[in-house]
């Protein structure tokens, strides 16, 4: 049971309320079953025993469906989510069930005792679970009333023919009526429900990719702006200084010259775009980081005041920190509410990031964005550790001492850092 607990701990939330949703639905047929069972036990313990052959019976019918339910209701709930199944040959025999239970149900308000019948009705309930749950769940919801309206009308026949009174028979319409719309709250709604949460979480990865798109996008205009204008003059003073060379002319040693420079200039304005694009402003990756997280769902907490008297390299390196921190709150987390607190303590700063959302199967093992942190931290004589709490929680903390130089930290670690979001970081 504790290995079922931490397994089902390891998925992500969205998988862990795919799981809830579908076991309570698979759950609630046996829980009429277990009612019902508990009251035909206490109607075979007294005097008046009438029918409890057929009580027996409808009771092995319940069970046989509601344990061939869950594969249907499975199939069903896969279908409405969009995946290829077949069920139909599953569905057929949950009716011819349900059939088979209606007409032991008659006989059972006809032959046994008025008690019993009383019981046994709520075990309809159950029964009609899981043949219903399904239908609602592959056809829409206009065709399975009329479906449903129908069947109510049919399922009256054996009641008809066991004798049962006209005002009855009219109350079991509107009860069967009363029953479809209730398996159409539990089923479809919950259906729709799950739905809706896949699409969330679809929504969430999407944006994570969109996030380096959109730098990758900026970088390459930037380099485009920069180098696209020198090289084309590069290109026309060489080609202008070629033919001046063949000429003779003394002026193409000037033409040269100039593309020298130009080509100087070029390679001077490339490492300050890298420079300033491996460069991170704290303040504005506090505001993004805030940005991204609400728009996520994520409910973000950010006290960063002692931020402004930091130098701008320790600013510069855990800024770095925070980027990496909210990528891997967006995609490896469940989180809920995420924490940034940036404070002084014994001469270093101190910035944490916590949030309630880890993936337990995804924290196991090292990735490259934490060791990529450790060695812009180690740069500037800075540590890195991370911890996990019993309750869920990711405790990330970078610690800086605030008199570093100005001049580290700037420079990333010899790795592919051209993207926002890294390739493969941890949760």
Not at 185 to 190: G, H, P, Y
Request: hydrophobic residues 50%.
């Amino acid at each position: 049971m504790i290995s079922r607990v931490r397994k089902f701990r390891d998925h992500s939330k969205i998988q862990q309320i795919d799981m809830y949703m579908r076991g309570a639905l698979y759950a609630c047929p046996w829980l009429f079953i277990v009612i019902e069972g508990l009251a035909l036990l206490g109607l075979a313990a007294g005097p008046d025993r009438r029918g409890l052959g057929l009580g027996a019976a409808l009771l092995v019918v319940a069970i046989v469906q509601a344990t061939a339910g869950v594969g249907l209701l499975r199939r069903a709930l896969d279908r409405y989510l969009g995946r290829e199944t077949v069920l139909r040959a599953r569905l057929v025999l949950s009716f011819v069930l349900l059939a088979v239970a209606l007409c032991l149900l008659a006989l059972i308000a006809t032959r046994g005792s008025k008690e019993l019948a009383q019981s046994v009705s709520t075990m309809l309930m159950g029964l009609a679970m899981t043949p219903l749950g399904a239908l609602c769940l592959i056809v829409r919801k206009r065709v399975y009333w009329g479906l449903c309206a129908a069947g109510s009308l049919v399922a009256l026949v054996p009641f008809a023919v066991a004798g049962l009174p006209v005002p009855t028979l009219v109350g079991m319409v509107f009860g069967g009526l009363f029953l479809t719309g209730w398996v159409l709250l539990i089923a479809r709604v919950s259906g729709w429900m799950l739905s809706i949460m896949l699409e969330v979480d679809a929504a969430r990865e999407v944006q994570a990719r969109l996030a380096v798109a959109e730098e990758r996008l900026r970088f390459s205009r930037d380099m485009h702006d920069v180098l696209g204008r020198n090289l084309a003059a590069i290109a026309l003073k060489s080609e202008l200084a070629v033919q001046l060379a063949r000429r003779g002319s003394e002026a193409a040693v000037d033409q040269m010259a100039e593309a020298q420079r130009i080509a100087q200039e070029s390679q001077r304005e490339l490492r300050e775009v890298v420079r300033g694009y491996r460069e991170a402003d704290l303040h504005t990756e506090l505001a993004g980081a805030r940005g991204i997280l609400t728009a996520a769902g994520i409910e973000c907490r950010i006290d960063a005041r002692a931020a402004d008297d930091l130098s701008p390299a320790v600013q510069s390196t855990l800024a770095w920190v925070v980027r990496e921190a909210t990528t891997n709150v967006l995609r490896h987390s469940d989180a809920g509410r995420c924490a940034l607190r940036l404070r002084w303590a014994e001469g270093r700063a101190v910035l944490t990031v916590e949030n309630d959302g880890v993936r337990a199967a995804a924290t196991r093992g090292g990735g490259s964005g934490l060791a990529g942190l450790r060695e812009r931290l180690a740069v500037l004589g800075g540590t890195l550790a991370y911890e996990h709490g019993g309750n869920g929680t990711f405790l990330l903390t970078a610690r800086v001492p605030v008199d570093s130089g100005t001049g580290a930290g700037s420079a990333p670690p010899d790795h592919d850092a051209v993207a926002l979001v890294p390739e493969r970081t941890d949760a």
